[in-house]
T-cell receptor, first 113, second 112 residues
Framework: GNSVTQMEGPVTLSEEAFLTINCTYT??????LFWYVQYPGEGLQLLLK?????DKGSNKGFEATYRKETTSFHLEKGSVQVSDSAVYFC????????????FGSGTRLSIRP | DAGVIQSPRHEVTEMGQEVTLRCKPI?????LFWYRQTMMRGLELLIY????????DSGMPEDRFSAKMPNASFSTLKIQPSEPRDSAVYFC??????????FGSGTQLSVL
């Protein structure tokens, strides 16, 4: 079946630290991969995406590269800010209609000033 | 556009009562999703619609849960009777075709 596995949180870092949140997936076919972010008290919103192998999605200083050989889509940021504190979800869609979006369990990130 | 609108924002009810959650998707979006979020189980897809038709309801926990989409601008998720284990945040989300998903702000449900 199709699934997404994320590193468990919470992750706590100091401001300006380097961030990596691991995400691996299992999928039949060729999935599109996403990172969504949820700020406190809000719904999820798309952070970045990649639709084929070796694509790199990027937004707001965050990056993730679609690695087919390792079935991974790790999220990285070179220098985090307090405002990046949120819950991050890795997700995938599979199939021609890509109707169903499967989310990982989420990783809570807290940044200390 | 105002985005996906959910109501109520918070709902507190007693066990056994009927609960109705409401969602207005973004105009023009043809997919609508209902998710439930808890600390224990994360984000679970309950059901989704395409052009107002339920496509996959395999995530609906049990017969106490039902969802409808009578038209393109409105959907409801109903729990009858409600139980304490239904306490969670319920999100509605919509999108057009295979583009990105837009989430509402959620309904925080507490069943006492």
């Amino acid at each position: 079946g199709n699934s997404v596995t994320q590193m468990e949180g919470p992750v706590t870092l100091s401001e300006e630290a380097f961030l990596t949140i691991n995400c691996t997936y299992t999928a039949t076919g060729y999935p599109s991969l996403f990172w969504y972010v949820q700020y406190p008290g809000e719904g999820l919103q798309l952070l970045l995406k990649a639709t084929k192998a070796d694509d790199k999605g990027s937004n707001k200083g965050f990056e993730a590269t679609y690695r087919k050989e390792t079935t991974s889509f790790h999220l990285e940021k070179g220098s985090v800010q307090v405002s990046d504190s949120a819950v991050y979800f890795c997700a995938l869609t599979v199939g021609s209609s890509a109707s169903k979006i499967i989310f990982g369990s989420g990783t809570r990130l807290s940044i200390r000033p | 556009d105002a985005g996906v609108i959910q109501s109520p924002r918070h709902e507190v009810t007693e066990m056994g009562q009927e609960v109705t959650l409401r969602c207005k998707p973004i105009s023009g979006h043809d997919y609508l999703f209902w998710y439930r979020q808890t600390m224990m189980r994360g984000l679970e897809l309950l059901i989704y619609f395409n052009n107002n038709v339920p496509i996959d309801d395999s995530g609906m926990p049990e017969d106490r849960f039902s969802a409808k989409m009578p038209n393109a601008s409105f959907s409801t998720l109903k729990i009858q009777p409600s139980e304490p284990r239904d306490s969670a945040v319920y999100f509605c989300a919509s999108r057009i075709r295979d583009e990105k998903l837009f989430f509402g702000s959620g309904t925080q449900l507490s069943v006492l």
